[in-house]
C-alpha cells in the first residue's frame, strides 16, 4: 500500500504509458471490490500488455542483461550448503533434461506467472503451468494458500469443447455500468451483495455458478449494451466478442467462472525470500500473503512491482558468491503429456467453484492414478505436464485439509467461515515424492517457523 504509488512512477519513468482523462490527468477507474475509483489502465483493457510492454524495453535496452528466450526452467541447483546457485533449462530444439546445460547463478528469482492451465477453462496463457512453483517445489519449497484459486466471474464462454485460454470480460466493463443476467434476463446480483455486480469476485463467481446449476444452463448473460462506447473503451474485448459472433454494443455476452489467478504459491517473506537460500519467488509464483483468501481486481500487477522492487535491494545487499553445484535434488518422475487433458477436466469438475470432501477426495485419487502414466521422453509437453500434476496434487490436498469457506475456496459441505481456520495451509514434497503438510499461525514473525 505504502510503496505502490512510488512503484508506478518509477514504471512511468521507464515508459509505461497509462490513460489518460479529459484534463490529462491519469484516469483512475473501478473494479470488482473495490469501492472508490483508484485502478489505472492502459489501452482501455491492456494495461498488463503495456506493463509488460515497458519492463521488455527496459530490459532489451540494458547492456548488462542477457535474454534467453523459448526456454523452460526445468529444477533448481543447489550447492554443497543447500543453497540454490543457478538452474537447469530446457532451450526449445536443443537438448534434453541432462544435456541442456546448467545456468549458474548468485541468486535465482523465479518470476514464472501462475499456474491456471490446471484447470480446463482458464484466462491464462498456455504456458502458465505453474512452472517455476514445482521448481521450488522440488528443491524443498513450500508452496502455502494454494487452495486460494479466483475464479474470474467474467469469461467469455465459447462452448463445451474449449480447452485452454479463454477471453476475459474484464471487470471494468461492470464497472461502467454491464448487468449480470441470468438465463432467463434476471439482473440477479442487486439481491445478493451491497455493491451488486461489483462485488468481489468469489461473490459473483460463487452466485453465477448457484445460477448455472439451478437453471442446468452453461452460462449466464452479461449485458453491456448500454455501456457508452464500448468498441473505443474495450477494443480488445470488443475484438475477441466479435471473433465469436457476438456485437457487445447489441448483443448479450455468455460469460461462465474460468480460472484466473492463483493467490498462493511459494511461501515467501516481505522480502520475496523462500526458505531455500538463494531463491526468491515473486508475482503470481509466490505466496506473499498481500491478498488473503481473495485478490482485489487489479492489485496483481501492483504486488508484482512492489515485492519485484523488494526483491532487487535484497538481492543488492546481500549477494552470495558463485558457487559450483552438488548433484541436483528433483524427484525423478516425468508423466505422459497423454493425461493433461484428464488432470484439467477433473480439476475443474472436483476442485473448481465449488467444492465438497466428496468432489475433492475423488480428484485426487484421479491424480494418484494418472500419476502411474510415466513417460522416458523429456520433453516440454512432459515437464509441463509433471509440473501441472505436482499443483494439482497440492491444490487438492489444501482444499481437503480447509474445512471451511474463506474467500475464493468454497466448501459446500462447510459453508461457513471459521476462526479456527485463520491460518495458512503448507504443502511440501520430499525427495521420494512423499507430500506432507504443516499450518502456519497467522501472526509469526518467522513466516517459516511452523514449517518441518
Not at 72 to 101: F, P, Q, S, Y
Not at 315 to 338: C, G, H, M, Q, Y
Given at each position: 500500500?505504502?510503496?505502490?504509488?512510488?512503484?508506478?512512477?518509477?514504471?512511468?519513468?521507464?515508459?509505461?504509458?497509462?490513460?489518460?482523462?479529459?484534463?490529462?490527468?491519469?484516469?483512475?477507474?473501478?473494479?470488482?471490490?473495490?469501492?472508490?475509483?483508484?485502478?489505472?489502465?492502459?489501452?482501455?483493457?491492456?494495461?498488463?500488455?503495456?506493463?509488460?510492454?515497458?519492463?521488455?524495453?527496459?530490459?532489451?535496452?540494458?547492456?548488462?542483461?542477457?535474454?534467453?528466450?523459448?526456454?523452460?526452467?526445468?529444477?533448481?541447483?543447489?550447492?554443497?550448503?543447500?543453497?540454490?546457485?543457478?538452474?537447469?533449462?530446457?532451450?526449445?530444439?536443443?537438448?534434453?533434461?541432462?544435456?541442456?546445460?546448467?545456468?549458474?547463478?548468485?541468486?535465482?528469482?523465479?518470476?514464472?506467472?501462475?499456474?491456471?492451465?490446471?484447470?480446463?477453462?482458464?484466462?491464462?496463457?498456455?504456458?502458465?503451468?505453474?512452472?517455476?512453483?514445482?521448481?521450488?517445489?522440488?528443491?524443498?519449497?513450500?508452496?502455502?494458500?494454494?487452495?486460494?484459486?479466483?475464479?474470474?466471474?467474467?469469461?467469455?464462454?465459447?462452448?463445451?469443447?474449449?480447452?485452454?485460454?479463454?477471453?476475459?470480460?474484464?471487470?471494468?466493463?461492470?464497472?461502467?455500468?454491464?448487468?449480470?443476467?441470468?438465463?432467463?434476463?434476471?439482473?440477479?446480483?442487486?439481491?445478493?451483495?451491497?455493491?451488486?455486480?461489483?462485488?468481489?469476485?468469489?461473490?459473483?463467481?460463487?452466485?453465477?455458478?448457484?445460477?448455472?446449476?439451478?437453471?442446468?444452463?452453461?452460462?449466464?448473460?452479461?449485458?453491456?449494451?448500454?455501456?457508452?462506447?464500448?468498441?473505443?473503451?474495450?477494443?480488445?474485448?470488443?475484438?475477441?466478442?466479435?471473433?465469436?459472433?457476438?456485437?457487445?454494443?447489441?448483443?448479450?455476452?455468455?460469460?461462465?467462472?474460468?480460472?484466473?489467478?492463483?493467490?498462493?504459491?511459494?511461501?515467501?517473506?516481505?522480502?520475496?525470500?523462500?526458505?531455500?537460500?538463494g531463491l526468491y519467488v515473486c508475482g503470481e509464483s509466490a505466496c506473499t500473503g498481500a491478498h488473503g483468501a481473495n485478490r482485489l481486481a487489479s492489485n496483481s500487477l501492483l504486488e508484482g512491482l512492489v515485492f519485484g522492487a523488494r526483491i532487487a535491494e535484497n538481492i543488492a545487499n546481500?549477494?552470495?558468491?558463485?558457487?559450483?553445484?552438488?548433484?541436483?535434488?528433483?524427484?525423478?518422475?516425468?508423466?505422459?503429456?497423454?493425461?493433461?487433458?484428464?488432470?484439467?477436466?477433473?480439476?475443474?469438475?472436483?476442485?473448481?467453484?465449488?467444492?465438497?470432501?466428496?468432489?475433492?477426495?475423488?480428484?485426487?485419487?484421479?491424480?494418484?492414478?494418472?500419476?502411474?502414466?510415466?513417460?522416458?521422453?523429456?520433453?516440454?509437453?512432459?515437464?509441463?505436464?509433471?509440473?501441472?500434476?505436482?499443483?494439482?496434487?497440492?491444490?487438492?490436498?489444501?482444499?481437503?485439509?480447509?474445512?471451511?469457506?474463506?474467500?475464493?475456496?468454497?466448501?459446500?459441505?462447510?459453508?461457513?467461515?471459521?476462526?479456527?481456520?485463520?491460518?495458512?495451509?503448507?504443502?511440501?514434497?520430499?525427495?521420494?515424492?512423499?507430500?506432507?503438510?504443516?499450518?502456519?499461525?497467522?501472526?509469526?514473525?518467522?513466516?517459516?517457523?511452523?514449517?518441518?
Amino acid at each position: 500500500v505504502s510503496e505502490g504509488p512510488e512503484a508506478v512512477r518509477k514504471l512511468i519513468a521507464r515508459g509505461a504509458v497509462f490513460d489518460l482523462s479529459e484534463s490529462g490527468e491519469i484516469a483512475l477507474t473501478r473494479e470488482g471490490g473495490h469501492l472508490r475509483n483508484r485502478i489505472l489502465h492502459a489501452g482501455g483493457d491492456a494495461t498488463g500488455a503495456e506493463v509488460s510492454r515497458a519492463l521488455l524495453a527496459a530490459v532489451q535496452n540494458d547492456d548488462g542483461i542477457e535474454v534467453l528466450e523459448n526456454a523452460l526452467v526445468i529444477d533448481a541447483l543447489k550447492n554443497e550448503k543447500d543453497e540454490v546457485c543457478g538452474v537447469t533449462l530446457h532451450v526449445i530444439g536443443a537438448g534434453t533434461r541432462d544435456g541442456v546445460g546448467q545456468v549458474l547463478a548468485r541468486a535465482v528469482v523465479v518470476a514464472t506467472g501462475g499456474l491456471g492451465q490446471v484447470f480446463s477453462q482458464s484466462t491464462n496463457p498456455s504456458v502458465s503451468t505453474g512452472d517455476g512453483v514445482a521448481l521450488a517445489l522440488r528443491a524443498g519449497a513450500d508452496v502455502a494458500d494454494v487452495e486460494f484459486i479466483q475464479f474470474h466471474p467474467t469469461v467469455l464462454w465459447t462452448g463445451d469443447s474449449s480447452r485452454g485460454q479463454q477471453p476475459l470480460i474484464s471487470e471494468a466493463v461492470r464497472g461502467e455500468g454491464a448487468i449480470l443476467r441470468n438465463i432467463k434476463g434476471e439482473a440477479f446480483m442487486k439481491s445478493v451483495h451491497p455493491l451488486a455486480d461489483l462485488a468481489p469476485r468469489d461473490i459473483v463467481a460463487k452466485e453465477i455458478s448457484r445460477q448455472m446449476l439451478s437453471s442446468g444452463s452453461k452460462h449466464v448473460w452479461l449485458d453491456a449494451t448500454k455501456v457508452p462506447d464500448f468498441a473505443e473503451r474495450f477494443p480488445t474485448i470488443y475484438q475477441s466478442c466479435l471473433n465469436h459472433g457476438i456485437n457487445p454494443t447489441v448483443d448479450l455476452i455468455p460469460v461462465a467462472p474460468a480460472s484466473h489467478y492463483a493467490s498462493g504459491g511459494v511461501r515467501v517473506d516481505l522480502f520475496g525470500r523462500s526458505a531455500i537460500s538463494g531463491l526468491y519467488v515473486c508475482g503470481e509464483s509466490a505466496c506473499t500473503g498481500a491478498h488473503g483468501a481473495n485478490r482485489l481486481a487489479s492489485n496483481s500487477l501492483l504486488e508484482g512491482l512492489v515485492f519485484g522492487a523488494r526483491i532487487a535491494e535484497n538481492i543488492a545487499n546481500s549477494l552470495a558468491e558463485f558457487s559450483e553445484p552438488k548433484t541436483s535434488r528433483s524427484v525423478e518422475i516425468l508423466l505422459d503429456p497423454v493425461i493433461r487433458t484428464a488432470l484439467q477436466q477433473a480439476m475443474s469438475r472436483g476442485a473448481g467453484v465449488v467444492r465438497s470432501e466428496e468432489t475433492l477426495a475423488e480428484t485426487l485419487m484421479t491424480l494418484q492414478k494418472l500419476a502411474l502414466f510415466t513417460t522416458n521422453e523429456a520433453n516440454i509437453d512432459s515437464w509441463e505436464t509433471t509440473n501441472l500434476y505436482y499443483l494439482a496434487t497440492a491444490i487438492v490436498r489444501s482444499a481437503l485439509e480447509r474445512t471451511e469457506s474463506r474467500g475464493s475456496h468454497w466448501r459446500e459441505d462447510f459453508p461457513n467461515t471459521s476462526k479456527e481456520w485463520e491460518k495458512r495451509i503448507h504443502q511440501r514434497i520430499d525427495s521420494a515424492g512423499i507430500w506432507s503438510s504443516s499450518i502456519e499461525e497467522l501472526g509469526v514473525s518467522n513466516v517459516f517457523s511452523s514449517t518441518k
